[in-house]
Structure formats: structure tokens, C-alpha cells
């Protein structure tokens, strides 16, 4: 009697374990529910950041980034709008200061400097050694990011007309809505040439560097990276915003090509 009430006992222990080990899935998904942190970022960033991405959220299972990769100053409009974001990583001081003045960020520093270069298709035999060969009949279309949103376009502006052929050029030019669409016309062929970001042209094998532009054409070209006052998240954003000042991000973003200040 007594081996029959004790393997009774040991049945009945056997299916509570069972039953404890089958939680549904989604009480188990809503126990490891993650905190969301939304980048908006600026293009050209979009190699070092998902590197440095991958190995955040393997540090820390908790968090999912998700990155709203484009233009700085169309990411600053729609912060500016209302948009969901926790962090801003823009390619301009000026989009940056826009929304500093506008009481919409509040940690922020300079993380990063970057180039203005031409490129051209890998498999161009054009020799430039000044942007003003640009008004040449070998070049008939040229690849420009918009001014008015793209810090690259703005840059690119500023050194055509620090030549004074901006207003001769106004027939060739194409324009982009970030600089991975300049690099993109240039890649297919359908720009004979581009002004991209040095990082930008870096990442393809379909382009080449043509020309560096003189640091003196155009302002610096500064990266710098803020914390979204109206963050729902704000202890996360700011683990986040200190990681990619560590040495570890930092020798990924000069990987790819960037400066540090």
C-alpha cells in the first residue's frame, strides 16, 4: 500500500513539473519583453552603427535598437514633428543645433569628424585634380545629395561654389535624398561622378576615390550624437549614447573610415 501511495505522489510530482515547464509562449515573451531604443541617424553611419549594434544588444539581451537611418536634416524635421526617437546622430552641427536650440535635446557632444570626396565608377579613366573639371564634357551627369536636408549635399554646395562653378554645374547635377543615393547613381553609372562621405566610398568596390576635398571649401564636417529629451526610455538612450563614445565603438567608427575629434 505504502509503494502505491509513494509512486502516486511521484506521479503527481512529475506532472506538476511538467505543467510548471509548459508556460505559454506568451507569458514567456512578455516576461523578456525588450526595451525598444530608436536611433535616427544619419546615413552615413549606417555600416558602423549595425556593427556596433550587434555587439551592444549581445552585451545586453534587454534591448532591441532600432536605427532610422537618412538624411540628418530630414531626421531633424521629423524630430522636430513629433516623431518617435530616444537618439539623434547627425552628419551636421547645424541639424544638431536646431534641435538644441529648440529645447528637443539634452545630452549631446561631438563624436565624430568625416571627408568630403569625389568618386567616380571603379572603372573610370578620368584624371581629376580639381573639382572645377567637373564643367568638362566628360562628366554629364553629377550626383549631389539636397542641400536643404543632406549635410553632404551642403558641403558639396559650399566647395563647388568655393570655386565658383556651383552656378555653372546647376544643368549636370543630380540631386539625392542622402548621400547612399549619391553613392548608389554613382555606382550604376547613372552619375559620371558623386560627392560622398570618405566612409561612403569605403564600403563599395564599385567606386573609387577620385578626389579629396580641401578641408578649406567647405565647414567641418562634424558628427555629433544627442540624447531626445522627450525620450520615454531615458536610462537606456544614455547607456547607449555612452557606449558609442567607448574605445571599442570608436575603433569600430574609425574601421570605417571616420575621424575622431
Known amino acids: ?32 519583453k525588450k526595451t525598444e531604443i530608436i536611433v535616427s541617424a544619419a546615413a ?21 535598437l532600432v536605427f532610422n537611418y537618412g538624411a540628418s536634416g530630414t531626421l531633424q524635421k521629423q524630430i522636430e514633428q513629433g516623431a518617435p526617437a530616444d537618439l539623434f546622430f547627425s552628419a551636421g552641427d547645424k541639424q544638431m543645433n536646431a534641435l538644441v536650440d529648440a529645447g528637443l535635446i539634452a545630452d549631446h557632444k561631438m563624436l565624430l569628424k568625416n571627408q568630403l570626396v569625389l568618386v567616380v565608377p571603379s572603372e573610370s579613366k578620368s584624371k581629376i585634380t580639381t573639382i572645377t573639371q567637373l564643367t568638362d564634357k566628360t562628366f554629364k551627369k553629377v ?5 536643404e536636408s543632406v549635410p553632404a549635399g551642403q558641403y558639396a554646395q559650399q566647395s563647388l561654389t568655393t570655386k565658383k562653378v556651383w552656378d555653372t554645374l546647376q544643368s549636370k547635377l543630380i540631386f539625392a535624398k542622402d548621400v547612399r543615393a549619391v553613392l548608389s547613381y554613382v555606382e550604376t553609372g547613372n552619375a559620371d561622378a558623386g560627392f560622398v562621405y570618405k566612409t561612403d566610398a569605403l564600403t563599395s568596390n564599385k567606386v573609387k576615390i577620385a578626389l579629396t576635398i580641401g578641408s578649406y571649401a567647405h565647414k567641418a564636417i562634424n558628427y555629433p550624437a544627442g540624447v531626445v529629451k522627450d525620450t520615454k526610455n531615458l536610462s537606456a538612450a544614455k547607456a547607449f549614447y555612452s557606449y558609442v563614445q567607448t574605445k571599442t565603438a570608436s575603433d569600430i567608427f574609425t574601421s570605417y573610415g571616420f575621424l575622431l575629434p
Open 143 to 147: 550626383a549631389v545629395g539636397q542641400p
Open 44 to 64: 552615413s553611419l549606417q555600416d558602423s552603427l549595425d556593427k556596433i549594434a550587434v555587439l551592444y544588444e549581445k552585451q545586453h539581451p534587454d534591448i532591441d
Open 1 to 32: 500500500m505504502f509503494k502505491k501511495w509513494a509512486t502516486g505522489l511521484l506521479a503527481i510530482a512529475i506532472l506538476l513539473a511538467v505543467g510548471l515547464t509548459s508556460v505559454p509562449q506568451g507569458n514567456v515573451e512578455a516576461a523578456t
